[in-house]
C-alpha cells in the first residue's frame, strides 16, 4: 500500500505563483526514491506538501492513510510528529547538546518517557554509525556526522515515512556519499526514504526517480 498518494496536485501561492502543477505520485511503503529537478522546479513545494507543512490548493494528498484535507492543523502536527521524519540541507542541531540530547529531544513530543528517549536515542545514533559520538555536540563532528545525527533524530520515532531535503547539499562529495550510502543502507532496512535533490548523480544512484520541470513531473 502506498506511503504517499498525491493526486491531481496543485500548489499556488498566494501572488500567483504555481510551483506544483497536477501531480500525481504514488509511493509505497519501503520506497526510496528521488526527487529530482533543477532549482525553480517545485520541489520544495512538493516536500512541504508531503510533510503536511503545507495544503494543495487543489487535489488531495494522502500520508500513511490519512487524507490531508480531513485532518485539523492539529491533527497535521500530530501526523508529522508522529509519522514523518525530516531532515534539512543544514542539519538543524542545537549547538550545545550532546548527539544523544539532539535526538532524545526529537522524541519529546512522542509521549515516550525519557529513560525511553534516551535509550532510543542511542539504538538510532548506533544505527547511523555514530555510536561512539553520543556525548559528543554539533561543533565536535564533522559535517557528515553531523548530518548522521540528523538523520538518527529523524528516525529514532521510526517514521512512515523520511523525508530528506537536498541532505548533501552542504558537504563535501566523500561525505555526501557517506550519507546517500546510509539512506540506502536505512531503506534496505525498510524504511521508506524519500530525497529531494538537484543532484543528478546523487538521484541516479537511487532505485527510483521522479524528475520535475516546471511544477510538473516529467
Ligand atoms: P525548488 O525547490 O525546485 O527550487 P520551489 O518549490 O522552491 O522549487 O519553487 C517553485 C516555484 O515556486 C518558484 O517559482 C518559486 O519562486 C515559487 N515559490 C516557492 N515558494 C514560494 C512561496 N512561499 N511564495 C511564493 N512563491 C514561492
Ligand atoms: P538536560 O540537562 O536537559 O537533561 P542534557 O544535554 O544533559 O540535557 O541531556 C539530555 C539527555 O541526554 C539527558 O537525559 C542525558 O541523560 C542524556 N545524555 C546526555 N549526554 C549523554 C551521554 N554522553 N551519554 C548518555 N546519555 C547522555
Redesign the pocket.
Given at each position: 500500500t502506498a506511503v504517499i498518494e498525491l493526486a491531481g496536485v496543485t500548489k499556488t501561492y498566494p501572488g500567483g505563483v504555481t510551483a506544483v502543477r497536477s501531480v500525481d505520485l504514488t509511493v509505497e511503503y519501503g520506497e526510496l526514491v528521488a526527487i529530482v529537478g533543477p532549482s525553480g522546479s517545485g520541489k520544495s513545494t512538493m516536500l512541504h506538501l508531503i510533510g503536511t507543512l503545507d495544503r494543495p490548493t487543489q487535489g488531495s494528498v494522502r500520508i500513511d492513510g490519512h487524507d490531508v484535507a480531513t485532518l485539523s492543523d492539529r491533527q497535521l502536527s500530530a501526523l508529522r510528529a508522529g509519522r514523518i521524519g525530516f531532515v534539512f540541507q543544514q542539519f538543524h542541531l542545537a549547538p550545545g547538546?550532546?548527539a544523544?540530547?539532539n535526538v532524545?529531544?526529537g522524541l519529546l513530543y512522542s509521549g515516550v518517557r525519557?529513560k525511553e528517549?534516551?535509550w532510543r536515542?542511542?539504538a538510532a545514533l548506533v544505527r547511523v554509525g555514530l555510536g561512539e559520538r553520543?556525548?559528543h555536540r554539533p561543533h565536535q563532528l564533522s559535517g557528515g556526522e553531523r548530518q548522521r545525527v540528523a538523520i538518527a533524530r529523524a528516525v529514532a520515532g521510526d517514521p512512515a515515512v523520511l523525508l530528506a531535503d537536498e541532505p548533501t547539499g552542504n558537504l563535501d562529495s566523500v561525505a555526501g556519499a557517506g550519507v546517500v550510502a546510509l539512506l540506502r543502507e536505512l531503506h534496505e532496512a525498510g524504511t521508506t526514504v524519500l530525497v529531494i535533490t538537484h543532484d543528478h548523480e546523487i538521484a541516479g544512484s537511487l532505485p527510483r526517480q521522479v524528475p520535475m520541470r516546471d511544477g510538473r513531473v516529467i
Open positions: 547538546r550532546t544523544i540530547a532524545a529531544d525519557r528517549r534516551e536515542a542511542e553520543l556525548g
